[in-house]
C-alpha cells in the first residue's frame, strides 16, 4: 500500500543541536509540505515543494532547512536557530498543489531537552 | 494576509446529540478541504467540495460549500464516540494553489 512515512516518532534534542526529521512517500506525488503543530495552532506551514530541486518558504521557515532531491523524500533539519523547536511536525504529500487532498504522515513528536 | 476562522474551537457534546463547526474564509475559495485529526494523530482528509452551494453526505456527516464559496460547515447527526477529534478546514492560498492554508480546528469531544 502506498503512503507517507515519517521517522522517528519520537525524538530528542538537546539545545544548540541540529536534528533532521524524514519523510519518506511512496504515492508519486508531486508536491510535499511540512507543517508544524503546537497546541491551539493548528497547522502551519513550514516549507512546500511542488517539484525536485525545488521549494518555497512557508509562513514560519525560520529556523529550519529543507532538501528535495528526490521526489519521494523531503527531509527537514531543525538547526539550533529554531527558538523553540518542541512541537509536533507533520509532514504531508500531494497529487498537485492546493487543490488535491493532503496525506499526512503519522508526524515527529520533537522535544528539546 | 488570507484567514480561515473556524468556531467553535471547543465543543463538547453528550453521545446522540448533533454537532456544527463553521468555516469562514476572508477570501472565495476554488474548493474547501476538511480534514479530522483523532486524539494523538494525524489529520486524515474527509472530503473536498469544489462548487457553489454543494453538499456532500458521508453517512451521518454533512458538509456544505456555500454559495459565496467563502464559508463552509460540517454536521454530524447523532455523535458517536468514535466522532472524538478535532475537525479542520483548509482552502487554498490566495493567488495560487501552491499550498493550502488551514482553519485553526474544532476540537470535539464526545460523553458517553
Known amino acids: 500500500d502506498g503512503g507517507i512515512t515519517q521517522s522517528p516518532k519520537y525524538l530528542f534534542r538537546k539545545e544548540g543541536q541540529n536534528v533532521t526529521l524524514s519523510c519518506e512517500q511512496n504515492?508519486?506525488?508531486?508536491?510535499m509540505y511540512w507543517y508544524r503543530q503546537d497546541p491551539g495552532q493548528g497547522l502551519r506551514l513550514i516549507y512546500y515543494?511542488?517539484?525536485?530541486?525545488?521549494?518555497q518558504k512557508g509562513d514560519i521557515a525560520e529556523g529550519y532547512s529543507v532538501s528535495r532531491e528526490k521526489k519521494e523524500s523531503f527531509p527537514l533539519t531543525v538547526t539550533s536557530a529554531q527558538k523553540n523547536p518542541t512541537a509536533f511536525y507533520l509532514c504531508?504529500?500531494?497529487?498537485?498543489?492546493?487543490?488535491?487532498?493532503?496525506?499526512f504522515g503519522s508526524g515527529t513528536r520533537l522535544t528539546v531537552v | 494576509g488570507q484567514q480561515v476562522m473556524q468556531i467553535p474551537q471547543y465543543q463538547h457534546v453528550q453521545e446522540g446529540e448533533d454537532f456544527t463547526t463553521y468555516c469562514n474564509s476572508s477570501?472565495?475559495?476554488?474548493?474547501i478541504q476538511w480534514y479530522k485529526q483523532r486524539p494523538g494523530g494525524h489529520p486524515v482528509f474527509l472530503i473536498q467540495?469544489?462548487?457553489?452551494?454543494e453538499v456532500k453526505k458521508q453517512k451521518r456527516l454533512t458538509f456544505q460549500f456555500g454559495e459565496a464559496k467563502k464559508n463552509s460547515s460540517l454536521h454530524i447527526t447523532a455523535t458517536q464516540t468514535t466522532d472524538v477529534g478535532t475537525y479542520f478546514c483548509?482552502?487554498?492560498?490566495?493567488?495560487?494553489?501552491?499550498?493550502?492554508?488551514f482553519g485553526k480546528g474544532t476540537k470535539l469531544t464526545v460523553n458517553p
Open positions: 477570501t472565495t475559495l476554488s474548493n
Open positions: 504515492l508519486n506525488h508531486d508536491a
Open positions: 467540495l469544489v462548487k457553489s452551494g
Open positions: 515543494s511542488q517539484i525536485v530541486n525545488d521549494f
Open positions: 504531508a504529500s500531494s497529487r498537485k498543489t492546493g487543490n488535491y487532498g493532503y496525506t
Open positions: 483548509a482552502g487554498p492560498a490566495q493567488g495560487g494553489s501552491e499550498k493550502l492554508v
